[in-house]
C-alpha cells in the first residue's frame, strides 16, 4: 500500500521543505506546506523579517534577498535552502488552501503550533470521504541543522510505518 504523506511547518520554507526533498528522494507520494498567515524568512534583524504571501515562487524570494544583501543571506543559510526549495517545487503553499490536492494518509507537523492548526482545519473541513488521516508532530526547532535531524526522523518513522503496513503496531 502506497500512503500519501504531507509535510507542515509555519512557512514551507525549512522543516517542510527538508522533508519534502528527502521524501522526495526516496520516492515517496509527497507535497508540503505551511500554516501561517504570510511567509517568513529571516532579515537583516529579529524585527526586520522578509515577509512574502503564500503562492509567491522561491524564485522571486531568492532573487529579491540576493538584491538586498547577498552575504548576509548567503551566511545565513537563506540563499541555499531557497536554492533547494526551487528544486523541489516552484512556491510555498498554505495548508489551509490545499483542499484540492485531496487527501493524505499521513500528515506530519514539526511544531505543536502548527500540529493544533491542521487538527483545527481538518475538523472544519467538508468531509464528504471521511477517510481516516494519521497526523503526527515532532517537535523540531526551526534552524537548518535540526531540519535536517528531523527530517531523517520523520522519514525512519514513515519507513517503518510503510513496512508495518497490515500490522495494528510498529515494532521499534
Aim: proline content about 5%; glycine content about 6%; overall charge neutral.
Amino acid at each position: 500500500m502506497k500512503f500519501r504523506y504531507a509535510m507542515v511547518c509555519s512557512s514551507n520554507q525549512n522543516r517542510s521543505m527538508e522533508a519534502h526533498s528527502l521524501f522526495k528522494r526516496e520516492g515517496f507520494d509527497v507535497s508540503s506546506y505551511g500554516t501561517g498567515q504570510h511567509v517568513k524568512l529571516p532579515g537583516p534583524s529579529l524585527r526586520e523579517p522578509n515577509v512574502y504571501d503564500f503562492g509567491t515562487p522561491y524564485k522571486h524570494m531568492f532573487d529579491d534577498l540576493r538584491r538586498k544583501d547577498p552575504d548576509l543571506y548567503k551566511r545565513n543559510g537563506i540563499l541555499p535552502m531557497l536554492k533547494r526549495n526551487l528544486a523541489v517545487k516552484s512556491a510555498p503553499q498554505r495548508w489551509q488552501e490545499n483542499a484540492a490536492d485531496g487527501s493524505f494518509d499521513v500528515v506530519l507537523t514539526f511544531e505543536e503550533k502548527v500540529f493544533d492548526m491542521v487538527i483545527e482545519d481538518l475538523h472544519n473541513r467538508n468531509h464528504v470521504l471521511m477517510k481516516p488521516v494519521l497526523v503526527i508532530n515532532l517537535e523540531v526547532k526551526d534552524n537548518h541543522e535540526e531540519a535536517a535531524i528531523g527530517a531523517r526522523l520523520a522519514l525512519l518513522l514513515c519507513q517503518e510505518e510503510t513496512r508495518s503496513c497490515g500490522h495494528n503496531y510498529f515494532s521499534f
